[in-house]
């Protein structure tokens, strides 16, 4: 009766937690918005990692390009994007998972504008990295 027992509630637990892609892993969403200017124009955003690539995206002023990503079991995954807008670019990582203390919660949020790329920490942006 006590293995029964024992069985129903790990059943329970593991059936209620199927649902979550990432499971028993951190599953992450990251969020790229374009916040430079409403007349500026489309800024061209292309973000990968070593095994999947996310394409290449236009985005204007508040289109958000989001994905979700499952820590990997080594704890050695890696996004990054290189954002474009007019003569101006830059490259960075969005999610390391050496740095993933960054995004306290399960959300990266990255905001583009016009002297830089901005990263959210529990709604307080900071200027990260300098558009150049």
Not at 20 to 25: D, V
Not at 26 to 38: L, Q, S
Not at 53 to 67: P, R, S
């Amino acid at each position: 009766m006590k293995n029964l027992l024992c069985f129903l509630i790990l059943s329970t637990f593991f059936l209620g937690t199927m649902g979550r892609s990432c499971f028993p892993r951190t599953e992450y969403i990251v969020h790229v918005v374009n916040k430079i200017r409403p007349d500026a124009g489309p800024m061209f955003a292309h973000c990968a990692s070593g095994d999947k690539e996310l394409g290449n995206h236009t985005l204007y002023y508040n289109d958000d390009f989001n994905w979700s990503l499952c820590e990997g079991f080594l704890h050695r995954t890696l996004f990054f994007c290189r954002i474009t807008w007019g003569s101006k670019s830059v490259s960075f990582d969005v999610y390391r998972s050496s740095d993933r203390g960054e995004c306290l919660t399960d959300v990266c949020y990255w905001e583009a504008r016009l002297d830089g790329i901005y990263f959210s920490v529990m709604h307080f942006l900071s200027l990260t990295y300098l558009m150049l």
